[in-house]
């Protein structure tokens, strides 16, 4: 039961894990290039899910510096999004350099099959 | 000049990052001049290094606030002496495979993109440099995504199927890499709120006993991670298909360079934030250790059964980089400093290595370590910096290969495990195994019907003049290797007080 309660308080940094796993199930495990590529995502998002959510405080706002800032609102961490917002640039890049590499496979074998690529190198 | 970096060490990164943008425009209005532009940007690269290296053998230690905000809230960055070692490292062994490629360049990779594979390069070095000094935990995983990226931009140069399908091998599981280190760095952030590698450390030494799972975890992720780029043994996969499909300056970049960053940054977050006896306590040092010997092992057997010189080099640098390693499972002064010496020595017997192994393909056309018969008569200058840095991977005396055994073995003994020592003179015995015969059939095995008359290397002058310094420098350092030894032992000494 403690862990029940564990999770269901902190369930968005359960959630971050479970999708972090899948990410690396879908890399590992899918044939597709495409898939895993998808599986990047996966993986790389869960990161920065967990990071936003380890700034944020329920009900707290963004914390702008406007005139008169009261002391007993609560303000959300600025710090994670930052890095997020960093963090979601360099996965586009990656992403993007992949998908490249992935149109040059499919023009030198035809397919983006990992067993199908196999089965034409071993057959040279 | 020296003054100016020497208050803003920063400008050292931003230099070679602004150099590297100008490279195309530079190849569009003079394509000769493309790389001398990339060698004078690496030799002033170089001096500056050097003037690090003076500063930090003096003992001092150079700090940086960037934008001008202090330590917690800014980006530090810190000249410590492994920084210093490693810059000037990278700038040495970037400048000679420049040099290498001022001439080779033409012929490895497609005319026209001759001007971007010096910026990708010029990114790559800019990115580990940056890593090198940057003492902030989300600045080291956005230079690690830069150099991640630029090295597969400089393996995919050639085209043809093999070296995409190693780009694509390789973007894949360093993605996977650098997101198990984000992971690392992520779950450090949330116990410490902070990403300065100092403050990092001083929170987390107050806070680590009730988060002992989580510190295990960090630790495992960090190891994955830095140890997929670093091609840690079992994780080594997308090395040999990357480094041999690779054009031969890249390959000569990501052996000698690339592979070993990763080590310095893990040596950094394991070092400085956790400390020697938290790695101590929860063994994982010994797995680094256990994982170092496989790597040495298998390497070198994986290697032996090669038949393509480029892969049989490759799956040699696995088993290197076992040998570093080592150096920090030990955890002892001398071997932590033979390991962070190896670095350097290991970077300048690979170059030379891959770069002999570009030359002989373009002279002679042939890829097989078992058709070199009499290879030495018609390119003396190759393959006699070939046999120096094979003599050295051996671990020959008057080689700098040799001090770094040496000296690993005085870690081990220093460590109470004299078990390595067999296992560093059985690696010796293993390199010398797929090493020699190359070297016995280029210079005995001669056709007797039609001897062989000794001809100099038809090589352009860059090509072999960049192997025969290669080749000098492993000597030199083998008979006084006091300079890259002192500042080796600087740096242990900052990691195991």
New interface residues.
């Given amino acids: 039961m403690d862990i029940y309660f564990k999770i269901t308080a902190n369930y968005p940094y359960f959630v971050a894990m479970v999708l972090?796993c899948i990410?690396?199930y879908a890399?590992l495990s899918q044939a597709n290039?495409m898939k895993?590529i998808i599986g990047?995502n996966i993986?790389?998002n869960a990161?920065f899910l967990?990071?936003i959510s380890?700034g944020n405080i329920r009900g707290g706002i963004a914390p702008l510096q406007e005139v008169g800032l009261s002391t007993e609102q609560l303000y959300v961490n600025p710090?994670?999004a930052a890095?997020v917002l960093?963090?979601i640039v360099?996965s586009l890049?990656?992403t993007a350099?992949?998908l490249s590499?992935?149109v040059?496979?499919n023009e030198?074998?035809g397919t983006i099959e990992v067993n199908e690529?196999l089965e034409i190198r071993s057959s040279q | 000049m020296f003054m100016l970096f020497e208050a803003h060490p920063l400008l050292l990164v931003l230099f070679v990052l602004m150099a590297a943008l100008l490279m195309p425009t530079i190849f569009h209005f003079r394509r000769r001049l493309c790389g001398a532009a990339a060698l004078l940007v690496m030799f002033i690269a170089l001096l500056i290094s050097l003037s690090f290296v003076r500063l930090t053998l003096e003992g001092r230690v150079l700090s940086y606030a960037v934008g001008g905000w202090p330590a917690p809230w800014g980006i530090e960055v810190l000249i410590e002496p492994l920084s210093a070692f490693m810059l000037a490292v990278i700038s040495f062994v970037a400048l000679i495979v420049i040099f290498y490629s001022v001439s080779a360049l033409e012929w490895e990779v497609p005319e026209a993109g001759i001007g971007w594979y010096y910026t990708t390069f010029l990114l790559l070095i800019a990115a580990m440099k940056g890593m090198a000094i940057t003492n902030d935990l989300f600045n080291m995983y956005v230079f690690i995504e830069v150099a991640g990226i630029s090295a597969c931009v400089l393996i995919i140069a050639k085209g043809g199927r093999e070296a995409t399908e190693a780009t694509f091998k390789y973007l894949l599981l360093a993605t996977v890499g650098s997101g198990f280190v984000l992971m690392g760095i992520a779950l450090l952030y949330m116990v410490t709120g902070n990403l300065n590698i100092d403050y990092v450390a001083r929170e987390l030494a107050m806070v680590y006993p009730q988060y002992p799972h989580l510190i295990w975890t960090v630790l495992s992720f960090f190891l994955v991670g830095f140890g997929i780029k670093a091609a840690l043994f079992p994780l080594h996969v997308w090395l040999p298909d990357a480094h041999s499909s690779a054009p031969t300056p890249s390959s000569a970049i990501l052996s000698s360079l690339v592979v070993k960053i990763y080590i310095v940054a893990l040596l950094k977050f394991y070092f400085l934030i956790f400390g020697f006896e938290l790695l101590d306590q929860l063994l994982i040092r010994h797995l680094i250790l256990m994982m170092g010997s496989a790597a040495i092992l298998a390497g070198s057997m994986f290697a032996f059964a090669q038949l393509n010189l480029k892969r049989r080099l490759a799956y040699s640098s696995v088993a290197q980089i076992g040998y570093i390693f080592l150096g920090i499972g030990l955890g002892s002064p001398i071997g932590l400093a033979a390991g962070i010496l190896h670095i350097f020595n290991h970077a300048v017997m690979k170059a030379c290595l891959f770069l002999a192994a570009g030359a002989i393909y373009r002279q002679t056309g042939e890829k097989n370590v078992n058709k070199l018969q009499g290879i030495g008569y018609s390119m003396p200058l190759t393959m006699g910096a070939f046999s120096i840095a094979a003599f050295s991977m051996v671990g020959l005396p008057l080689f700098s290969g040799f001090i770094s055994k040496w000296y690993l073995a005085l870690g081990s003994i220093e460590a109470g495990i004299p078990m390595f020592v067999g296992l560093i003179i059985l690696s010796g015995l293993l390199n010398g195994s797929y090493f020699l015969p190359i070297i016995w059939q280029a210079f005995f095995v001669v056709d007797k019907h039609e001897p062989k008359i000794l001809t100099i290397d038809k090589l352009p002058f860059s090509m072999s003049a960049s192997l025969v310094v290669l080749a000098l420098v492993i000597i030199y350092f083998g008979v006084w290797p006091q300079l890259p030894l002192s500042l080796a032992q600087k740096a242990a000494n900052l990691f195991l007080p």
Avoid: H, N
Wanted: glycine share 6%; net charge positive.
């Fill in positions: 972090f990410g690396i890399i290039l895993k990047i993986m790389v990161i967990l990071l380890s710090l994670p890095l960093t963090g360099v890049s990656v350099f992949a590499i992935v040059k496979i030198y074998y690529i």
